[in-house]
């Protein structure tokens, strides 16, 4: 996030805000950890100018995301506001901060690799997703598509728990 | 697709549409679209995404296990966000300020330009019980297309469709992979899962060559650097397909010369009947919003 960070006191004191926010689909996510806030910075205007990076294209949480954006910053006094949607470069789970990752495995979900080790995930053959609760290796996959569009459904022949899987992308 | 757009949006509630229904008010009029080469290039991928999309939607709640009908769901929900950033770029190439709304909702038949292989129904026959050995031999094949078509796409001239391509790209590896699978896993499965594929894929081969037959709209995009003629992208696609098809022992079927033309606006009587049900509420109720 500090690479993005705006040295501006309003727009420093809107990313404080903004790390309050949470997903509405992983709430143990806030927009920032998500990486899907890409950057903020004042206009010369006195506009507050926020990107967004949408993680799905057809993900329906991106219109409630924006708005509870734009409400937690109005909240805060930091209008006005452009909110502006930024399609290139795509999201990419490695925008998925290293404490969101933490975040994500204490909440039961397994964090995405790296995306250059991405590889298919394929029925017949075993991937290597640790089960976030035990740790341990002996997991199997149950569906490549899970409650949202993000995750993959697993389960832990250890723990016999089932998981859900960030998918890398 | 959630924003309203349409100024005729003024019935008075419950007036018009009260429980008496003797006094409906005006259905909404089609719009009627110049699209240059360029619009018609992007709605013809616009409109495949939107066509799928709703067929995949219709498993909701019907699929054989749980977790395919979520996948069937959430791969329905990605083409439909692909097509909802397609419809709204193609609007703006076609210049009369049409959104995606209304491209998606007060279109004749004839102006839409997808693939025939989207919009034939999940089921042999129309109106029937799907048949989810069709429905994932056509999410294979069409995702193996699409895959293809999205990564020549993300390197368009076009700044905007090479950004929705270069998040589209991402999502139709998982599609494709999916697909795969399931073929993979019924062609080399019981005799009954095997016998059920191969009628399938013998039912949708002759529509795949849609898929490659280029026309003066595909050649002027490949002129121009949109996108690739749609020609071009064949051999990768078959030989994606010839690999899958071997894993799953599934035998290639034999070539066809059987032309289909949605593409060019001629569709199939199945068409009709989906936009009907797509098209019903904003037709009825111009501007109607949830």
């Known amino acids: 996030m500090s690479a993005l960070e705006s040295t501006d006191a309003r727009a420093a004191e809107a990313w404080r805000v903004l790390a309050g926010v949470l997903d509405p689909e992983v709430p143990a996510l806030s927009v920032v950890e998500l990486g899907i806030v890409r950057g903020i910075e004042p206009l010369p205007d006195g506009t507050l100018e926020v990107v967004l990076t949408p993680t799905y294209s057809g993900c329906p949480a991106t219109e409630v995301i924006e708005a509870s954006i734009v409400e937690a910053l109005h909240g805060a006094g930091l209008g006005p506001l452009y909110v502006r949607t930024q399609r290139a470069p795509a999201w990419t789970t490695d925008w998925i901060s290293a404490e969101g990752r933490r975040k994500l495995r204490e909440y039961g979900i397994a964090p995405p690799g790296p995306l250059a080790e991405a590889v298919p995930i394929r029925m017949v053959r075993r991937v290597l997703v640790p089960c976030p609760r035990c740790s341990s290796e002996a997991t199997e996959r149950l569906s490549g598509f899970g409650a949202t569009a993000c995750k993959a459904l697993y389960r832990c022949t250890a723990c016999r728990e089932p998981f859900e899987y960030f998918k890398p992308i | 697709m959630t924003t309203p757009t349409l100024t005729s949006f003024a019935a008075p509630r419950g007036g018009a549409q009260g429980p008496s229904g003797s006094c409906a008010g005006p259905a909404s009029a089609s719009i009627a679209l110049k699209p240059n080469e360029d619009a018609r290039y992007v709605l013809r991928l616009a409109d495949t995404c939107l066509i799928w999309s709703h067929r995949l939607a219709e498993w909701c709640g019907h699929a054989p296990v749980l977790e395919e009908d979520i996948a069937l769901a959430n791969h329905a929900l990605d083409l439909l966000g692909q097509s909802r950033a397609l419809l709204t770029h193609a609007g703006r190439l076609e210049g009369q300020g049409f959104d995606e709304d209304q491209l998606a909702y007060l279109r004749d038949e004839r102006d839409f330009i997808n693939v025939t292989l989207a919009e034939l129904p999940n089921g042999a026959t129309a109106g029937g019980r799907g048949d989810f050995a069709f429905t994932v031999l056509r999410n294979f094949v069409l995702s193996s297309w699409a895959l293809l078509m999205w990564q020549h796409l993300a390197a368009s001239r076009d700044a905007e469709l090479a950004a929705i391509a270069g998040k589209a790209v991402k999502e139709a590896r998982y599609h494709r992979e999916h697909a ?111």
């Open chain 2, 180 to 290: 795969a699978d399931w073929v993979i896993r019924l062609g080399d499965g019981t005799e009954d899962s095997a016998l059920r594929m191969q009628a399938a894929l013998e039912r949708l081969w002759p529509y795949t060559n849609e898929l490659f037959d280029s026309d003066a709209v595909d050649r002027a995009a490949a002129d121009s650097g949109l996108g690739p003629a749609w020609a071009t992208l064949r051999e990768a696609w078959l030989a994606d397909v010839q690999d899958v098809l071997a894993q799953a022992t599934l035998p290639m079927p034999p070539k066809s010369a059987y032309r289909s033309d949605a593409k060019r606006g001629m569709h199939t009587e199945h068409m009709g009947r989906l936009l009907a049900e797509m098209q019903v509420l904003q037709r009825n109720h111009p501007g109607g919003r949830w």
